[in-house]
């Protein structure tokens, strides 16, 4: 139940992204065609900020679940199987520990930048903040997810 809830959830952060991508593109496209014709546009960049910062934090978090994040691995290419799965648990454990104490202050952050209004949109800061927490959030999740994975015992292939 737990690996089809997580797959529901991973696809539906994956098609916000589409989504996020999708408004990018197309709003550039049509900032750039309005100043072509001498009617700008803007709020545009301002817009295109919001998703962008949003669609990083997202695509963040599909590729840490993917394992498809930039991470060294001289150490534990150099140690046995069992060795190699508690320094990747501890691992974990120090990014858990650190994306927990970045959520922390991420929220601080947001709460502070909400009176502040952003250029032509006014919009409040926070919305551009609350990317961190959100996405901070989904990390932390993705890695308190992926630790319970590693300490869980490995399953035994039984052999006839």
């Known amino acids: 139940m737990s690996r089809q809830f ?6 539906v952060e994956t ?4 989504l996020l991508l999708t408004a990018i593109v197309a709003l550039v496209a049509i900032a750039s ?18 998703c962008f910062v949003w669609l990083c934090m997202l695509s963040a978090d599909l590729a840490l679940q993917s394992d498809r994040h930039f991470g ?8 046995d199987p069992g060795n190699r799965r508690m320094l990747e648990l501890g691992n974990k454990i120090v990014l858990i520990a650190l994306l927990g104490f970045l959520l922390i202050y991420a929220w601080i952050n947001m709460q502070l930048m909400h ?11 926070s919305y551009i903040h609350a990317s961190m927490v959100v996405g901070l959030s989904l990390l932390l999740r993705t890695m308190i997810s992926q630790a319970y ?5 490995p399953a035994k292939i039984e052999t006839p």
């Open 15 to 18: 098609g916000c992204a589409i």
């Open 115 to 125: 009176p502040r209004l952003i250029g032509a949109t006014q919009m409040h800061g």
């Open 33 to 50: 065609v309005a100043r072509a014709v001498g009617s700008p546009i803007i709020w545009s960049i301002e817009i295109a900020q919001l």
């Open 149 to 153: 994975t590693l300490a869980r015992p």
């Open 6 to 11: 997580g797959e529901i959830f991973r696809r």
């Open 72 to 79: 060294l691995s001289v150490l534990s290419d150099a140690l």
